[in-house]
Structure formats: C-alpha cells, structure tokens
C-alpha cells in the first residue's frame, strides 16, 4: 500500500468520502488491526491503459479497490473471506472501493474480472459497512452476479448494507481499457 499511498491519496481527494478511502484512515487500521483479524492484504489497483479526453493519463490509477483477505469458519468450513480494509472497529461513514470520475463502469468491470481470474484465492466477499450507493459497487455486483456469483444484500449496523458475493468461477472478456492487478 505505502507504494501507491501518494496515487491513492491524489485518487481519494477527487471525490467525496476521501479520508476514509485514502491511505490516511485504511493504512493506520490496517496496521492496528490486521494481526488480530489473522489477514493479509489483497488490494486491487486499477490503472488506465491509455490516456483520454479527461485528463487521464495512461498508467494513471484509477480504481482501487482494498481489500483484505482473512480464513473464517463458516458452518465449520475453512471460508476465505475478501472484506474491505477498515470495517472492523470504528466504522467510517464513506467506506468503500474506490474510482476517478467517469471511470465507475470500466473500473466495476475490470474489477470483477480479476476478482473471476483469482477466484480460486477466495470463497466469499464481504462488503460492509456500505452506506451510500456506488455505481462502482454495483458495476462490480452486476458483472459477477451473471456469472454465477450468489449475491445477498441485507441491512447492517446504522443503515448501511451489506454485500456478499459467493464464489462461482467464469472467464470474462470484456473491453474496459482498465488493467486491474493485485497490489
């Protein structure tokens, strides 16, 4: 994370909810919390492929997506569980991935295809807490549902919502010019 945290931190600021989707809030809870929760990062970072009219430039970031990657038993299985860096212990209000103005549909889909390709890394993703709607999020959601992804939504703590995702995998195709990679 600390290689990206000056992109992140320029990505962050663009948009609303910045502090608590940048590096200032999501590194200090990743160090406080990640050794009690048994996890291991699994950030997703999406950067242009090419340059465009808004100002973009290719190599540019322009999605992250961060995550974290923990075992838990689930009906006493050994499930590995994506979560979102920062929803253990105090909640902020704007959790949630990440994404450069104009570039929430390419980043949903860029996004769900890595997460297809590592799918055999994880079982289930859990996104919570998630007060505000995301067209990020819910590009992400609508490309994996069809693929076989179970998806189950239900109301959380404070009003948020709560997203999970069920591994099933598939191959995608799509066009996006995002790269997303595992960082």
């Given amino acids: 994370m600390r290689s990206i945290e000056e992109e992140w931190r320029t990505l962050a600021s663009r948009g609303t909810g910045g502090l608590f989707r940048g590096p200032e ?25 090419e340059g465009d009219a808004s100002g973009t430039t290719a190599g540019e970031i322009v ?26 212990g105090p909640r902020p209000p704007a959790l949630d991935l990440l ?5 929430e549909d390419r980043a949903g889909t860029a996004l769900a295809r890595k997460l297809i390709e590592e799918s055999a890394t994880w079982d289930l993703i859990d996104l919570e807490p998630l007060a505000d709607p995301s067209r990020l999020r819910a590009q992400l959601v609508q490309r994996l549902a069809p693929h076989g992804f179970t998806v189950e939504s239900s109301p959380s703590a404070g009003g948020a919502i709560r997203i999970a995702l069920a591994l099933a995998p598939i191959d995608a195709t799509e ?8 960082g």
């Fill in 63 to 88: 999605c992250i997506a961060p995550l974290y990657r923990r075992t838990v038993k689930v009906a006493l299985l050994d499930t590995r569980e994506l979560r979102m860096i920062g929803d253990a």
């Fill in 25 to 49: 809030w999501l590194i200090p809870w990743w160090q406080a919390y990640h050794a009690t929760l048994h996890a291991e990062l699994y950030v997703l970072v999406g950067r242009a492929i």
């Fill in 175 to 182: 066009a996006t010019r995002v790269v997303a990679t595992s």
């Fill in 99 to 103: 994404a450069r103005a104009g570039w």
